[in-house]
């Protein structure tokens, strides 16, 4: 029999007897296929096939971004902003078809040694692990982790940044505040099985906002004296193609949405498959705003600050707000799941008691949003430092290591796939993607997002209460005869 057919074979099997994969309550498949016709509670919150996957991915790939995005269109121009975004998406798909591969590849070598995964949810950095040892697994946590606790951290900002266009009455800080007190309760979910109702939902408002910024542009007509002149600076160019590739690098939750899957070996395409949706929402949205606005996207970073006010927009912001309630849960999970594991808590099945246990990986999500409030240029700064690693040259280097010789290519657990001709033209993409993400993305990238976060720094400054917000207005100032007459007594 083939190693691939065992593979899978293994994973269905462990599947049913150990209650569905990364499952906590003990459904099996069959199971819960069953009971889902029955039961509204199975329908809404035990999601485990290839859709509900597929929504996962789709959600949590754009969220926020979608309204940086005209901002990076302003600083590339509309060439490179298309030509970077297919261009990202490809080559972001292709690397969460290599951290399937490799979770596959752990997960199949662990069940013939008779390894039990219940109550238990594999991570990336097992799963590096387990397939290259102890360095690559410090490699992998130091980065995922860093890089889901600064993409919660985007969500926070994002929240604040978006509901001050509806009620500036309080400013974007006090609204970090509530809002950080708001996304603390994502830790009752107790894993990536539970957010079937919430990927779907999250998926349909960032559509409708999507719709909503592109055809909310073209109505609005270009703005009067509109200028288009992107590229204008290496800096500014770099900033905007980092942003684009931090937008599909948000695989670094590849590991637990596939371990929350009935049929994990299902999942290769769906990244795929969800990018594909997800350019049918970034690409019109991008090139209608920039077409709108123009170089006046390059001092408001989010797309909602130039739209004129109406009963559409405030929707669309309010949909974007639980969206990113939504994706902040997706980033924060892992490092829930990553906790637990440290302080014991992983197996407990106490949903209050494990949500008690995850309250501390919280407070400095919620601390650093106030220090860093920059809403878009933090992205690129993310993108560059660590998205470049964690869904780019990790994965790529991790399967080109764990597949070197001939006996691990010869039983493994994936083959190439079907319009791949052989291992040696994945060896070539794979190069491919580590040199080009290593020398633009983190250097040239790198560079430029660090020097536009730190002019940032040094305009707005560090726990900056209102970033890109309107200046209060100037005081009016007295007509001279009606100053007040002072006279000089001796």
């Not at 083939?2 to 899978?8: T, V, Y």
């Not at 819960?32 to 949590?60: I, Q, R, T, V």
């Not at 669309?316 to 990113?324: E, G």
């Not at 994936?414 to 319009?419: A, I, L, R, S, T």
């Amino acid at each position: 029999m083939l190693p691939q057919k065992q593979a899978e074979e293994a994973i269905v099997s462990s599947s049913e007897h150990d209650g569905g994969v990364g499952s906590k309550e003990g459904f099996g498949e069959k199971e819960e296929e069953n009971e889902s016709m029955f039961s509204m509670k199975n329908f809404l919150w035990h999601g485990g096939s290839a859709w509900d996957a597929w929504f996962s991915c789709a959600s949590n790939q754009v969220a926020q971004v979608l309204l940086t995005l005209p901002y990076s269109f302003s600083q590339l121009g509309i060439l490179s902003g298309l030509l970077f975004q297919v261009f990202y998406g490809l080559i972001g798909s292709w690397t969460a078809y290599l951290i399937s591969v490799l979770y596959v590849e752990y997960r199949s070598r662990k069940e013939k040694e008779g390894v039990s995964f219940k109550n238990h949810v594999i991570q990336w950095f097992e799963v590096l692990d387990g397939l290259l040892g102890p360095y690559w697994k410090a490699v992998g946590l130091a980065f995922n982790c860093t890089f889901l606790l600064f993409g919660s951290v985007i969500q926070l900002i994002a929240c604040a940044s978006n509901i001050y266009y509806i009620n500036d009455r309080l400013d974007k800080r006090t609204w970090t505040y509530i809002f950080g007190a708001c996304c603390a309760t994502t830790v009752f979910i107790p894993s990536f099985h539970n957010y079937r109702i919430w990927s779907f939902l999250g998926l349909g408002m960032t559509t409708y906002t999507a719709w909503y910024l592109t055809i909310a542009a073209v109505v609005h007509g270009q703005a009067e004296g509109v200028v288009h002149s992107g590229p204008t600076k290496l800096v500014l160019y770099f900033t905007g193609a980092t942003n684009i590739l931090y937008t599909f690098g948000g695989h670094a939750v590849t590991v637990e949405i596939m371990h929350a899957m009935w049929k994990p070996q299902k999942f290769k395409y769906i990244y795929l498959f969800a990018t594909l949706y997800v350019f049918t929402l970034t690409i019109p949205s991008a090139t209608a705003v920039y077409w709108a606005f123009g170089d006046e996207l390059l001092d408001h970073s989010n797309a909602f600050s130039l739209l004129p006010k109406s009963g559409w927009r405030d929707a669309a912001v309010i949909l974007m707000l639980i969206h990113q309630f939504i994706t902040f849960g997706f980033a924060c999970t892992p490092l829930y799941f990553v906790w637990e594991k440290v302080i014991g808590m992983h197996d407990t099945k106490s949903i209050c008691l494990r949500a008690l246990a995850r309250l501390p990986v919280v407070i400095p999500i919620w601390f650093l949003a106030i220090i860093f409030p920059f809403f878009g240029p933090i992205n690129s700064a993310v993108g560059a430092l660590l998205v470049t690693f964690t869904v780019y040259i990790i994965p790529a280097l991790a399967h080109m290591l764990t597949y070197r010789k001939a006996s691990a290519r010869q039983n493994a657990a994936e083959k190439p796939p079907f319009f791949m001709p052989s291992w040696t033209a994945m060896y070539a993409i794979n190069i491919f993607i580590v040199g080009w993400v290593l020398v633009v993305g983190f250097g040239f990238g790198g560079w430029a997002s660090i020097t536009n976060f730190v002019k940032q720094v040094d305009t707005f400054g560090l726990f900056a209460k209102c970033y890109q917000c309107k200046p209060p207005p100037k005081p009016v100032a007295l007509p001279p005869h009606s100053a007040p007459n002072v006279t000089a007594h001796h």
